[in-house]
């Protein structure tokens, strides 16, 4: 492989794997505008939000068997047809009501995407270069909430909230031509494969009941849903509480996502200074517990004001940055075989508990940071209790491997 050939598909993988994010994030900013405009509060308009987090958790568990069996492009071609219309049709919502609805099938179409580009890399690139072209995808996932919320404000701020989904639009638009005529597709589909409830349920099942996978997945899940409350709750604190206009909301947004994503880097930093995942992952819940009570403790009390709530954001933030690879590849780790499956129904797990925290916020119309400190402090102790509590089932521990660690 070229060069350039070898650039050309990591861009168009990269692409495929920022389009939720991007759709997730680019339009925080203008939740008061979208709120104003459809008269109702912005906790209704957070409820479209978690409704995309429900899409995006049911999709991981949709797409995974119909890639397998009908291949990589036909169900990509859908998935990514689906988002199309669905984001021409949240440009003209006339409710709050038909944007919750319209941004869940959104979901369902951009989840495609982002399911085919991680099973694509296994087909395309050579095992010894899948650790490389990883983390070359983590990087623009990465990327996109520092890029998305503050492109979100600027647009909002120029052309109003409507633009910002005929951008996603267009962007879609992009990427499928792009998957049509330079994609290639190097999987053969395997029509013998059962896409019946039946023998679906009891692959996950067989997944689930491993101490190792349930204790790790559902801590790293319930401290990843913090992550899922901040994102939903911070339009309301940052903009209605504090005052903040679309163009800083951008801004902060992106500054707090520099936390999120270096932390990750001291994770990889630590595991190479001879730390396990089986080492950092208590220390690591037991500081965001502690984060998120004293972060509860500086909004009732309203210590430093907008100051305050950003530090304590921060240092929670950092936490998760730690928590989600080390939980996650411990997760996956006593799994050869059904990798997929156990990958998949991870992710279903972690977006599904975001989902819930996330809707959580947008039961609470009131004007302090509280219920947004709370519900995170809430998760991260309830992801603390799991660990402690399940990591006595675990007879004999699977290692994860610090490349395993590093791709999650």
Known sequence: MTKQRYFFLILILGSLTALGPFSIDMYLPSFKVIAKDLHTTIDKVTLSLSSYFVGISAGQLLYGPLLDKYGRKKPLYIGLAVYLLASFGCMAAGTVEMLIGLRFLQAIGSCAAAVAAVAMVRDLFPVEDNAK?????MLVVGASPMIAPTV?????????????????????????????FFLPDSYVPDHSLSLKPGPMLHSFWQVLKQPQFFTYVFAGALSFAGLFTYVAGSPLVFMQLYHVSEKNYGWIFAGLSVGFIGSSQVNSWLLKQGFT????VPVALLVQVVAGFVFVIVALNSWMGLTGILIMLFVFLCCIGIIAPNASALSLAPFAKNAGTASALMG????GLGALASTGVSYFNALTAVPLAAIMAGTAAAGTLVYFTGRRFIKQPVVASESSVALH
């Not at 909002?156 to 998957?179: D, E, R, Y």
């Not at 279903?348 to 977006?351: D, I, V």
Request: charge should be neutral; avoid cysteine.
């Open 348 to 351: 279903a797990l972690q977006l």
């Open 152 to 180: 979100g404000g600027y647009v909002t701020a120029a052309l109003g909230w409507h633009a910002i989904f005929l951008i996603l639009a267009i962007i879609a638009v992009v990427i499928l031509l792009s998957v049509i």
């Open 277 to 280: 995942s089986q080492q950092i």
């Open 133 to 137: 072209v990883f983390a070359l995808l």
